[in-house]
């Protein structure tokens, strides 16, 4: 048995792996994190890494695995307070894409499409290779079957996880393995586990992903679907698109809750290079982003190509790219270079500091932000919360970032944003009007905000009573019997049923086990035990009902979580087949 | 009441649907008291040799002018026309003259012509059709799905085939509505419609067992289906795109020589978790398909292709257990759509929704009622009235 009161575990596996300064999901790993605990106090809030395939608790100020887990491995030989690794550690499959990745890239161009090829063939056959392994360790009577998952060959768990507790993950789970344990944790530990969805990208644009990605990813949210009680969602737009998803493959219609993210308001500008320092001492626009097809920065180059092709050069400021490039833009770069037209109008910056970047943001004449699909769009909300006008593309969750005090625009309509483009940089006063709106009536959404929004949907998730229903054939176990589809069905005397040894919350509970076919002697006792059957918590004799059902209702309390909760049933005499068992927490 | 029935399958250890409707056809002859003969030619190396059955004419088919790899059944029925040698052949495995001959599916039913005439002097034959479905609407969507070059004049081929017999018949059994509605559009002679049952079973602890073992006691959904092409195209269609329906600790087993097939289709490669929960049984035995279908928790009848009516739709209707099937699976069975426990979908995303709603919901208990509603689907009751039929058109004047 252990403590009453539920505990939050948040799984800071990303954030611990990290060892850059913190954007994009990992920010929101570590304000959540920190948020939370001050929301719930430190008595009721927990962190935890998965670490050799458990989770294990560590410590903020003295970071090391907790020696008090009940069921977790001895700390491993690295400990945490270790010199830090040079990179974070990846998941086996995520590490050979690297190298692979890293090997293409390091090939000289001309011999790149050859090293392509030979990397495709060696993918399939390393497919193929572990089909075939897998068949061939299926049974023999399957022609295909699916290998044990991970939670079905071993146990689980690790920390002091108690039924009723919260796990909240909302790192970057899909570059991690434990995601494959939500379902079973749920199922068998009784834990409430909290997840995250940013976007699917990968699922509905895998054209700007390094690879194929749509499959893993469709699978990913499945999997997550199912073993979650709740997902966050950083915007409508990927709510929308995580239900859309699940209803169109038939996974778990998950709840969900949108947080809004907190804007990085950038305030310091106090040191700044000569050379930025010259680069905004002359009018330019922004557009802060990695440099990525999804992105969208042609459509930007292609309306400064307009532009100057109908002689408005002049009247144009610069056009300031900051981010670093990434895949499949290297055409559009070598475009960018060699363009006569727009000669010396855009620049690329890379690895600027957080005050450089205020500063590029402070005194640029307007925002910039033409991506093809956002999960959300950090960016249009730092620019406005510095009181920039912003021209933005209107998909995805674009218009939920800027409301309206931005001007959305097609992103595939290069004449839309040359002419916003102009329109902005020649007519001043229309900018100066469109900034001080901005700056009246933007609201900056706070972290803190972000955090108690999650918060509030913690604590209503804490208040879900815990229901399950069993079915004997599948989730018990039986001594005298025969499983029969759900059913457990026996004739002779012993124990016809046992099981299923879960945890289960702290409460009141009310449990109904239904028989539905039994013969006129049947004689059997139904019994609730835990603490490996030592500790009985109710009993009671088969009853016959009228019109051929039968079964028993029985009722207790459990003032601790327990972690091996069993109903039984001894056969006396007579035949028997129970069908069902429901159990309901009281309110 | 002399009844010679002719086919391309013998009835001797009947798997697929169309052994299984043929064995129920004589059955029900034979209960009524008459004489039956069966005979034919092969349609398949796969079958074993049978009294009264020509071998498959493997080496005779190899011509293109029959039709090629993929449409045996349409060539058989242009080398049994053409009079030669499989035609005397055949004749000689004919040791009565029968009063009618019962053609099963329309491939054989020239040669009964051809037959009917040359015995004419001696006595009247009366020829019955037994459609099992519109086949040159399944000619086209299986030809056309294998992107077959001569997929237009093949089904065309079929077609002709068809309307004969229909036209030609002194009377057609259907086994769907729609079917009858579709051979009324093209012919007057007496219509009878005599859906597809099923033998009642029931699974024995050894069958139980058997299943058990296959599905590891997980909560399962049941596939059954032949190497019949209309079976992988569905599941095909309806499980591609990604498969949620399932949760970790659930399956899904397909029983039959579909698995064999749908083993070797790219969906498996290229839909999200399909493989993940997924137990390809292949062939098993009678005993451990009735185990299967006693303990499956819900049965999936994916077929979007193909009419005529499905033995399998019958068998999960008499198992008892949540049914998510499409309309065309569900054709002939029409009066259960919206009874307990039995989901119609159609479009890939409400079928695997539907799947994921029954594998959680409790399992189906069919109260009294229920279960005696059902019992229209077994054959006794499909084919009660069909020897009455057959016998009145032998009765009648030519």
Redesign the interface.
């Not at chain 2, 290229?270 to 978790?273: G, L, Q, R, V």
């Given at each position: 048995m252990s403590s009453k009161q539920p505990t939050v575990w948040m799984n800071v596996t990303t954030s611990h792996n990290w060892q850059r300064p913190a954007v994009g999901v990992v920010r929101v790993e570590k304000e959540l994190t920190e948020g939370l605990e001050r929301l719930i106090g430190s008595a009721g809030f927990k962190r935890c890494v998965w670490r050799e395939n458990r989770f294990v608790e560590v410590h903020l100020a003295a970071p090391a695995v907790s020696q008090t887990a009940v069921s977790a491995p001895p700390p491993p030989t690295s400990a945490l307070d270790e010199t830090p690794l040079l990179f974070p550690l990846l998941p086996k499959k995520a590490a050979l894409a690297a190298m692979a990745q890293a090997a293409l890239s390091l090939t000289p161009a001309r011999l790149r499409p050859f090293a392509n090829r030979a990397l495709l063939s060696a993918k399939f056959r390393l497919g193929r290779y572990l089909q075939n392994r897998a068949r061939a360790t299926a049974s023999g009577?399957?022609?295909?079957?699916?290998a044990p998952?991970h939670?079905?060959s071993q146990p689980i768990p690790g920390v002091e996880f108690k039924a009723g507790d919260i796990l909240v993950s909302v790192g970057l789970d899909w570059d991690h393995p434990y995601w494959r344990s939500f379902?079973?944790l749920r199922?068998v530990y009784g834990l409430k586990v909290v997840t995250c969805c940013y976007d699917l990208i990968p699922v509905l644009y895998p054209q700007y992903c390094v690879s194929d990605v749509?499959?893993?990813f469709?699978?990913y949210f499945?999997?997550v679907?199912?073993g979650s009680d709740l997902t966050l969602c950083i915007s409508k737009q990927s709510e929308r698109d995580l239900k859309n998803?699940?209803?169109?493959?038939?996974?778990?219609d998950v709840p969900t809750h949108i947080f809004p993210l907190g804007d990085n308001v950038i305030a310091s500008e106090s040191k700044v290079s000569p050379a930025i320092a010259q680069l905004t001492a002359a009018p330019y626009v922004l557009f802060v982003s990695t440099i990525e097809r999804r992105k969208n920065h042609e459509v930007l180059y292609r309306a400064y190509h307009l532009l100057c092709a109908r002689g408005f050069k002049d009247q144009l400021p610069k056009l300031v790219f900051v981010g670093m490039p990434g895949w499949g833009v290297s055409e559009l770069l070598k475009d960018i270079e060699l363009d006569p037209l727009t000669q010396g109008m855009i620049v690329q910056l890379n690895h600027v500091s957080d005050s450089e970047l205020a500063h590029l943001y402070k005194h640029s004449e307007f925002f910039l932000f033409p991506s093809l699909y956002e999960g959300w769009g950090l960016p249009v909300g730092e620019a406005l919360a510095l009181g920039k006008a912003v021209l933005c593309s209107d998909r995805g969750s674009l218009p939920e970032v800027g409301g309206d005090l931005v001007t959305y625009l097609d992103p595939w309509v290069p004449e839309a944003w040359a002419d916003e483009i102009l329109r902005l940089s020649t007519d001043k006063a229309a900018l100066a009007m469109t900034e001080a709106n901005v700056r009246a009536n933007y609201k900056i959404r706070e972290w803190k905000d972000s955090c108690s929004s999650v918060h509030i949907a913690l604590q209503s998730l804490q208040q879900r009573l815990f229901s399950q229903?069993l079915?004997p054939?599948?989730d018990m176990q039986t001594e005298i019997g025969?499983?029969?589809?759900?059913?457990l069905i026996g004739d002779k005397s012993g124990w016809l049923m046992r099981g299923p040894q879960r945890a289960i919350p702290a409460g009141t509970y009310q449990v109904r086990i239904d028989c539905?076919d039994y013969s006129s002697d049947v004689a059997a006792i139904f019994s609730v035990v835990s603490g490996s059957s030592t500790i009985e918590h109710a009993v009671g004799d088969m009853e016959v009902g009228n019109g051929g059902d039968g079964g028993v209702t029985l009722h207790f309390t459990l003032s601790e979580a327990v972690h091996d909760i069993e109903f039984r049933c001894w056969l006396s005499s007579g035949r028997l087949s129970i069908?069902?068992v429901v159990i309901d927490q009281a309110a | 009441m002399r009844v010679l029935v002719l086919s391309q399958y013998p009835v001797e250890e009947a798997r697929h649907g169309g052994q299984l409707r043929l064995r129920g056809l004589i059955e029900a002859y034979k209960s009524a008291g008459h004489d039956v003969a069966l005979a034919g030619v092969l349609g398949g190396t796969g079958y074993p040799e049978s009294v009264g059955f020509l071998p498959h004419p493997t080496g005779a088919l190899s011509k293109p002018k029959y039709g090629g790899i993929g449409n045996e059944d349409l060539g058989i029925a242009r080398l049994l026309s053409e009079g030669g040698d499989y035609y005397t052949k055949l004749v000689k495995k004919i040791e009565v003259i029968p009063d009618v001959i019962h053609v099963e599916q329309p491939w054989l039913f020239a040669f009964a012509q051809m037959y009917a005439k040359s015995v004419h002097d001696q006595k009247v034959v009366k020829l019955v059709y037994g459609s099992q479905n519109v086949e040159f609407v399944l000619k086209r969507e299986i030809l056309a799905a294998a992107n077959h070059p001569e997929t237009e004049e093949l089904t065309e081929a079929v077609r002709q085939l068809e309307l004969s017999a229909v036209r030609e018949a002194d009377a057609v059994i259907c086994v769907s509505q729609s079917d009858v509605d579709w051979v009324k559009q093209h012919s007057d002679v007496p219509v009878h419609l005599a859906s597809n049952g099923i033998s009642p079973s029931s699974a024995d602890?050894a069958g139980?067992?058997a299943a058990?073992?296959?599905t590891q006691?997980?909560?399962f959904g049941l596939f059954c289906g032949s190497a019949h092409q209309p079976n992988v195209n569905g599941f095909a269609s309806m499980f591609g795109?990604?498969?949620?329906?399932l949760?970790?600790?659930q399956?899904l087993v397909i029983a039959g020589a579909a698995?064999?097939l749908i083993?070797a289709h790219p969906v498996l490669q290229?839909?999200?978790?399909l493989?993940?929960?997924?137990?390809?049984?292949?062939m098993v035995s009678d005993q451990c398909l009735a185990g299967l279908l006693?303990?499956?928790?819900c049965i999936v009848l994916p077929i979007t292709q193909g009419g005529g009516t499905n033995l399998k739709t019958a068998e999960a209707l008499w198992a008892g257990k949540h049914i998510v099937a499409t309309k065309v699976a569900m054709r002939g069975f029409e009066a259960f759509i919206g009874t307990p426990g039995v989901t119609v979908e159609d479009s890939?995303?409400g079928?695997?929704?539907?799947?994921?709603r029954a594998m959680q919901a409790?399992?189906l208990?069919l109260s009294d009622a229920d279960r005696q509603a059902r019992k229209v689907v077994l054959w006794e009751a499909c084919l009660q009235n069909l020897p009455a039929f057959v016998e009145n058109i032998v009765g009648r004047a030519s």
């Open positions: 009577t399957a022609v295909y079957a699916p998952a939670h079905e379902a079973m199922k749509a499959k893993r469709t699978g499945i999997d679907a199912e998803l699940l209803s169109d493959v038939g996974g778990v229903m079915s054939g599948y025969q499983h029969a589809g759900s059913a539905n069908n069902n | 602890t139980i067992e058990n073992q296959l006691k997980h909560k795109g990604g498969f949620g329906s949760d970790h600790d399956r698995g064999y083993n290229t839909s999200s978790k493989t993940d929960n997924l137990i390809i049984a292949g006693a303990t499956a928790h890939p995303g079928f695997k929704r539907a799947l994921r409790p399992a208990i």
